[in-house]
């Protein structure tokens, strides 16, 4: 179950990432942003880079998203995993009619 939410999230964040035309390294980040809700500096020790590519990833994701923080743009992720999970919604219970 757990492998199967991971996926999901992948997922959320790929289509995420794509909307928004972030890089693989910044969707890594608001991967593990939307996973684990790390700080920056755990952020930074979990993929070997440094605190200040940290937040220069997160100010660029920001940028590139329109988002004014980092809460804001978790919420994005979330809202974007809402809308996805209604559409799967939709689509299954078209196909159970």
Not at 43 to 50: D, K, P, V, W, Y
Not at 51 to 57: D, L
Not at 66 to 84: D, G
Request: hydrophobic share 40%; glycine share 4%.
């Amino acid at each position: 179950m757990m492998q199967h939410e991971s996926s999901y999230l992948l997922d959320i964040v790929a289509y995420f990432a794509q909307l928004h035309g972030l890089t693989a390294r910044e969707q890594e980040i608001v991967y593990c942003l939307s996973k684990y809700g790390y700080s920056n500096k755990r952020l930074a020790g979990e993929l070997c880079i440094s605190e200040k590519t940290v937040k220069n990833h997160i100010a660029k994701i920001q940028e590139k998203t329109s988002a004014s923080s980092t809460r804001e743009l978790l919420s994005m992720v979330v809202e974007q995993f809402i809308v996805c999970h209604s559409m799967q919604t939709d689509k299954k219970l078209a196909l159970a009619l």
